[in-house]
C-alpha cells in the first residue's frame, strides 16, 4: 500500500512537471529565437543635445558571433536639428565615409549607399528614441575600428573605438 501510493505521487508529479513544463518550454525556445545574444555581446551607447556619446570605447570579445547594439538619445532635440547614428567602419575609412554621408543626405541616412565599407549603422534617431541592431563580427577581430555618428559635422566628436577582442 505503501509503494503503491508512492508510485502513484511519483506518477502525479511526473504529469504535473510534463503539463507543466511544456508549455514553458515552448515560450522558452520562442524567445531563445528573438534572444539569443548572450550579455557580453549586447551594448547599449547613448547619445545626447550635446553632441556626444557616453561612450568612446566599446568592445565584445571574439566569443561574439552576432553584436546587438542598441543606440539611444536621452536628449529632446529633433532628428532633424540633433540626429544621431552608430555607424562602424575601419578607422582608415570612417572620415571619409563621414563626408560621403554627409553629402548623401538624410534620406540615406547620411551614410552612402550600398558600401562595403560601412560595417554596421543603425537608424539615425532623435531625443527621446532608441534604436537597436545586430551585426556579425566576422572579419572584424583584431581590426582597427572606429565607430562614429554620421550626422553632418557630428562625426569629429562623436567617435571612439570599437574592439572585437582576441582572447
Ligand atoms: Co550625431
Not at 518550454?25 to 551594448?43: K, N, Q, R, T, Y
Not at 541616412?109 to 539615425?124: C, E, I, K, Q, S
Not at 559635422?153 to 582576441?166: A, C, I, N, R
Request: net charge negative.
Amino acid at each position: 500500500m505503501k509503494t503503491r501510493s508512492k508510485a502513484l505521487t511519483l506518477r502525479l508529479a511526473l504529469a504535473t512537471t510534463a503539463l507543466a513544463t511544456l508549455p514553458f518550454v515552448g515560450a522558452s525556445s520562442a524567445m531563445a529565437e528573438e534572444e539569443s545574444i548572450p550579455e557580453e555581446c549586447a551594448l547599449t551607447i547613448s547619445s545626447n543635445d550635446q553632441m556626444q556619446f557616453d561612450q568612446s570605447e566599446l568592445a565584445v570579445p571574439a566569443s561574439c558571433s552576432t553584436v546587438s547594439l542598441t543606440l539611444e538619445h536621452s536628449g529632446s532635440m529633433d532628428k532633424t536639428t540633433m540626429g544621431h547614428n552608430w555607424v562602424l567602419a575601419a578607422t582608415e575609412d570612417y572620415e571619409d565615409v563621414a563626408k560621403e554621408g554627409m553629402q548623401a543626405g538624410p534620406d540615406a541616412g547620411y551614410l552612402p549607399a550600398d558600401d562595403d565599407r560601412v560595417l554596421a549603422a543603425t537608424d539615425v534617431i532623435g531625443g527621446g528614441e532608441s534604436t537597436t541592431i545586430e551585426f556579425s563580427t566576422e572579419g572584424l577581430a583584431g581590426k582597427d575600428l572606429t565607430f562614429f555618428c554620421s550626422f553632418p559635422g557630428h562625426y569629429s566628436l562623436m567617435k571612439g573605438t570599437f574592439q572585437v577582442t582576441e582572447s
